[in-house]
Every structure is written in C-alpha cells, then in structure tokens.
Antibody
Framework: EVQLVESGGGLVQPGGSLRLSCTASGVTFSNYWMSWVRRAPGKGLVWVSHIKSDGSTTTYADSVKGRFTVSRDNAKNTLYLQMDSLRADDTAVYYCARAAFWAFDYWGQGTLVTVSS | QSALTQPPSASGSPGQSVTISCTGTSSDVGGYNRVSWYQQHPGKALKLMIY???KRPSGVPDRFSGSKSGNTASLTVSGLQAEDEADYYCSSYAGSTYVFGTGTTVTVL
C-alpha cells in the first residue's frame, strides 16, 4: 500500500523559513514525479511545485517562484519543500502527491503551515 | 494562473445522476486531454477518481465518468449513493504546471 506522510509544518513568522518533508512507503519512489499542493483555510486546492523522478527538473507556481525550492532524496524515499520568505498568504495545509498519467494518484494527509506574527 | 471554475454545490437523490462542470481555458482544459477529478471526504485523503479526461483508476466504481467539450470538462456520478457525498475537485495540466478547480460539494438528498 502506498503511503505518503508529510511533516515539518508549524507556526512561523512572516519572512521566516520552514522545510517540509514527505516520506513515501510502499512505492518505488524514484520512478515517479512528485508534487506539492496546498489549500489555504476556506479555499480550494492550489498546485505549488513538482519535481521529476531523478530530480533534474523542477517547476513552480508563480506565487512561490524564487521563494520555495523542491528537492528529493531517492535513497531516503523523501520529498522536500524548502519555503523561504514566507508570507501570511502561504498559510495552508500542504500536501504531497505522487504524479502519474498527468494526475495525482496518491496523496498524503497534509501538514499545516501557519505564517503569523 | 486562474483556478478552474466549478459550481460550489450540486445535489441529487439516491439513484439519480449529478454532473459537475469544470471550466477553464484553451491553455489548460481545452488544450490538453489531461483533466483529472478528485474526491475528498472530511478528514480523509484526496482520492483520484478520473484521469486523462475519462479514465478510471482501478477500484473506482464505473458510476463515475468523465468527459470534455472544448474548455469545459465534466464529472458525472450516476446511481448516486450516500457515500458519494463529498467534495470534488477537477485539475488540468496547463503546460508544465497544473491548475485545480474551485471545488464542488456534492450532497445526497
């Protein structure tokens, strides 16, 4: 059974940094693109970033470009999201998801990031 | 990138059908046959229901079907059951990025 477990969320001040992790099990992690998706309180889902299976290609939503960095360690079956220069509008539950066939076929339960002073 | 437009709510009685629309542009929904649909029950993980417009992953009942015409994709749930009451989101590939819909809450009356 494929499981994705996010961690690293919490309360951070505006301008601060946070690193999220997503650990995968039950899957050959290194074969798949992986994505981060977020949902702000009371809002819908927003795609944030994705990374190719070997880590060679990354793409970001305009809203986080230059502030967030996605990476992965295939030896540890772990996906990361380094978030810098955080703003109040980055407050959201962050989900990691496995990408396949231009869709997201497995999701984690999410980790809450709150940006507030 | 603007979110895809979905109706906020939809409803139907058990056994009936409900269709949810997902409207985008020629840069996303209309430009690619890469629309997917997701179901989320409160407190549960998101579940992929449809991918590549009209394909169902293993284990998804055939009551769920997808289609697309122009810039609008649709999810139809036939033979509505109580367990289908949930939030539904569409998503589309948009040329190196993805965009999600605004979400629809389906209520089984």
């Amino acid at each position: 059974e494929v499981q994705l477990v996010e961690s690293g969320g919490g309360l951070v001040q505006p301008g601060g940094s946070l690193r999220l992790s997503c650990t995968a099990s039950g899957v050959t992690f290194s074969n798949y693109w992986m994505s981060w998706v977020r949902r702000a309180p009371g809002k819908g889902l927003v795609w944030v970033s994705h990374i190719k299976s070997d880590g060679s290609t990354t793409t970001y939503a305009d809203s986080v470009k230059g502030r967030f960095t996605v990476s992965r360690d295939n030896a540890k079956n772990t996906l990361y999201l380094q978030m810098d220069s955080l703003r109040a509008d980055d407050t959201a539950v962050y989900y990691c998801a496995r990408a396949a066939f231009w869709a997201f076929d497995y999701w984690g339960q999410g980790t809450l990031v709150t940006v507030s002073s | 990138q603007s979110a895809l437009t979905q109706p906020p709510s939809a409803s139907g009685s058990p056994g009936q059908s409900v269709t949810i629309s997902c409207t985008g542009t020629s840069s996303d929904v209309g430009g690619y046959n890469r629309v997917s649909w997701y179901q989320q029950h409160p407190g549960k993980a998101l579940k992929l229901m449809i991918y590549e417009v009209n394909k169902r992953p293993s284990g998804v009942p055939d009551r769920f079907s997808g289609s697309k015409s122009g810039n609008t994709a649709s999810l139809t749930v036939s033979g509505l059951q109580a367990e289908d009451e949930a939030d539904y989101y569409c998503s589309s590939y948009a040329g190196s990025t993805y965009v999600f819909g605004t979400g629809t809450t389906v209520t089984v009356l």
